[in-house]
């Protein structure tokens, strides 16, 4: 969806939370899962593997 801006208060950005977005601090990414499901199972999985790694 191409980003968003730095201040989060712009027309664009309120457009976008319609879709319900998990807004990621990281250069050039907006992330929108397609399947929720999966993406939570992902995600937790993630943080798992994370924290076994520190």
Known sequence: MGGVEGSLDDGL???K???N????EMIGEFDIPVYTFMY???QKVYEILKS???
């Open 13 to 15: 950005t309120k457009f």
């Open 17 to 19: 939370d319609n879709f």
């Open 21 to 24: 977005p998990t807004i990621n």
């Open 40 to 42: 939570r199972l992902i």
């Open 52 to 54: 076994k790694h520190k």
